[in-house]
């Protein structure tokens, strides 16, 4: 619960965001989330959601990680925008993630992000903006996200 009031709280502070080739923003969305069973159809669950995410791009390696997970994803650059559009498969797992973030925060932030395994598809879709972070914040957050992994374990 700490670290999600802090990654909001960087969420309403504007600072730089490039550093050393490297851009970072926090990012505020909101969107819907609609799971759904396969084969029947029944949706599970239908919800509007308010998320708040932290990225960081590498703009010399056009590679991306946010707060929650460590793989790193491409982007390119087409106009003003960062574009990530991702696909994932593995057994029985299948996934597209696709995000536009400003190249310029702040800025607006789109997703449109579909998961699907053997027993459930899952569509999240919003809108929300980006606006600039820190290096230092960045890893002040990550510092608490490696806190809270290992207190898991």
Sequence with gaps: MRLQILVTALFLTGTPAFA??????VCRVKGRNTRTAIPSGEIISDEVAVD???FKFDMS????????DPTLADFSVKGDKL???T??????????????????????FVVDN????KAEYQVIKGQGDCRPLTRGKWDEIMELVEKERNSKK
């Design 87 to 108: 696909e994932i498969t593995r057994e029985g797992f299948v996934a597209r993630l696709h995000g536009e973030f400003p190249l310029n925060p702040p800025g607006p």
């Design 20 to 25: 050393e080739g490297e851009l970072y923003m």
């Design 83 to 85: 574009i990530q559009d």
């Design 52 to 54: 708040t995410l932290m």
């Design 114 to 117: 579909w998961w699907r395994n």
């Design 61 to 68: 390696n056009k590679t991306l990680i946010n707060h929650r």
